[in-house]
């Protein structure tokens, strides 16, 4: 794994935010999207909690997703190559003050 940025980080490969970022490009256009979660490193502490399995959790800033769409989606990275699983969630349905530790996709 590999870090995407020095200080604050998403602890992802390039090949595996690659592979996000097109599959939320596809299915998801309109929609801005955040990581949030233990992948999301912000200190050293942070760094230890990730194990090479720990899911990523995404989160969508927009309307809601259609419930067909929201399903391709998460079929979608279901089906790729990402070592980990992937959860997606409505950036509304998280308590407020979430973004504080979200890292922009």
């Known amino acids: 794994m590999s870090a995407v940025a020095e200080n604050d980080a998403l602890l992802l490969s390039e090949r595996s935010l690659e592979i996000v970022k097109a599959l ?3 299915f998801a256009p309109q929609h801005q999207a ?3 979660g233990s992948r999301v ?3 050293a ?3 230890q909690r990730v194990k090479p399995h ?3 959790d995404l989160a969508l800033v927009g309307a809601p997703l259609p419930l067909n769409q929201m399903f391709e ?3 979608a990275f279901s089906e790729s190559d990402l070592s ?3 959860d997606i969630v409505n950036a509304a349905d998280l308590p407020q003050g979430w973004h504080i530790r979200a890292w922009p996709l």
């Open 54 to 56: 720990s899911d990523l």
């Open 41 to 43: 490193i912000r200190s």
């Open 84 to 86: 980990m699983r992937v």
């Open 45 to 47: 502490q942070d760094r």
């Open 34 to 36: 955040f990581a949030f």
């Open 24 to 26: 939320l490009r596809q």
């Open 73 to 75: 989606l998460r079929e």
